[in-house]
């Protein structure tokens, strides 16, 4: 009984598998930062979209953080938001952030049984996340300049659809206003 207690105990203070660099389910290791409440850790994080979760290492303490605490993470110059849908936390990648954020995240299903996937689009507002139905909607985050971001992406053959090409589009924006 006592050796069933301490492998149970030893196995609960293990790294868990999703970040195991053999199985492919997670980033490699990166120098950035994690912001949690009211606090904020550095160190190589290791992002994993899969599990929606979060760990950092530094000075061999491994710190594993699911996105229900997450507020920020900064890696490489990539952003991401933890943030709740139904009764779920997600992590996302924030594509552009202005007064509200555009952020993506694909294969959230509101139901285990759900066929259907929501997103990948999504709007973070106030701590608040709202999907963004059609395509169309997505320019609206440029706010007052949708409509020149709009022309401009037809002129330039952007599809607010795609990510990269959202990506593209607000480098073009940012390099563009003040």
Same mark, same amino acid.
């Given at each position: 009984m006592?050796?069933f207690?301490l492998?149970?105990?030893?196995?609960?203070f293990?790294i868990?598998?999703e970040?195991?660099l053999?199985?492919g389910? &997670?980033?490699?290791?990166?120098?950035g930062y994690v912001?949690?409440e009211? &606090?904020?850790?550095?160190g190589? /994080?290791k *992002?994993?979209l899969k599990h929606?979760r979060?760990m950092?290492?530094?000075?061999n303490i491994?710190? /594993?953080?699911t996105?229900?605490y997450l507020?920020r993470?900064?890696?490489?110059?990539?952003n991401y938001v933890g943030?709740? *849908?139904?009764?779920?936390?997600?992590?996302f990648e924030?594509i552009?952030?202005?007064?509200?954020?555009?952020?993506?995240?694909?294969?959230i299903?509101l139901?285990a049984?759900?066929?259907?996937? /929501?997103g990948?689009?999504?709007?973070?507002?106030k701590g608040e996340?709202?999907t963004?139905?059609?395509?169309?909607k997505l320019?609206?985050?440029?706010?007052?300049?949708?409509?020149?971001?709009?022309?401009?992406?037809k002129f330039?053959?952007l &599809?607010p659809t795609?990510?990269? &090409?959202?990506?593209?589009?607000?480098e073009?924006?940012?390099s563009?206003?003040?």
């Open positions: 006592k050796l207690t492998l149970l105990l030893f196995n609960s293990q868990t598998p970040f195991d053999k199985s389910n &997670d980033s490699s290791s990166k120098t912001i949690i009211n &606090d904020s850790l550095t190589q /994080i *992002i994993n929606d979060v950092v290492s530094k000075d491994n710190k /594993i953080i996105a229900r507020k993470v900064v890696v490489d110059g990539q943030g709740r *849908i139904g009764e779920n936390y997600y992590l924030e552009i952030k202005l007064s509200s954020s555009l952020i993506y995240r694909e294969g299903k139901h049984l759900d066929q259907q996937s /929501i990948p689009w999504f709007v973070l507002e996340i709202r963004i139905e059609k395509s169309n320019l609206e985050v440029f706010e007052a300049d949708a409509k020149w971001m709009k022309q401009h992406m330039t053959d &599809d795609k990510k990269e &090409d959202m990506i593209k589009a607000f073009y924006y940012q563009t206003t003040f």
